[in-house]
């Protein structure tokens, strides 16, 4: 379940939302295509982008390629903010790390963790910020499996949105698939 709680003064009144996950699908039952479940699983092609609006089962989607890659013995971690997918345990998922109780988590600091626990592939959940958007481009080109997940209207746009926060002639070797999410 993930639990919302807003009250004044950030907002006008109280309100609280209470989510639980509706569906939890194989990524079989997505019916995808050989080649590209192919690049997704293949550690050579491994930056694929899950897009789409909010709503759309973008993360929905991406925990399902999370339990695919696990259960052909990929080792697999997520960066979340919050962390609320759906995934076995023996799927580490991490939140942005604070340098010390007073402040901020960074997922700058989650990578640096990540790269010391040499993970086939990342989910990297809601890559939002600006540096988000870098730390993704960084551990991309590491050599790390990732697989991020971004808010867009179409997917065009989810590559329009790497646009200024990265060397333009970097773009192909950071992004090489995008996946698409659309809710009927």
Request: aromatic share 8%.
């Amino acid at each position: 379940m993930r639990v919302t709680i807003s009250w004044p003064p950030f907002s006008d009144g109280w309100e609280i939302i209470v989510v639980r996950p509706v569906a939890q699908p194989s990524l079989e039952e997505y019916g995808l295509d050989d080649k590209l479940l192919h690049l997704i699983g293949d550690l050579q092609n491994q930056g694929p982008l899950v897009s789409g609006m909010p709503g759309s089962g973008k993360s929905t989607l991406a925990s399902a390629i999370a339990h695919w890659l696990d259960g052909k013995g990929s080792i697999v971690k997520t960066m979340e903010s919050p962390r609320d997918l759906q995934l076995p345990q023996r799927v580490t998922q991490y939140a942005p790390l604070a340098e010390d109780e007073r402040s901020r988590g960074s997922m700058e600091l989650t990578a640096d963790i990540l790269f010391l626990a040499r993970p086939d592939f990342i989910v990297f959940d809601e890559v939002r910020k600006t540096v988000d958007f870098k730390v993704f481009t960084d551990l991309r080109l590491s050599g790390v499996g990732m697989i991020g997940v971004i808010h867009a209207n179409d997917p065009i746009n989810s590559i329009q949105r790497f646009i200024g926060r990265l060397e333009l002639g970097i773009i192909s070797s950071v992004i090489d698939t995008v996946i698409f999410a659309v809710s009927y």
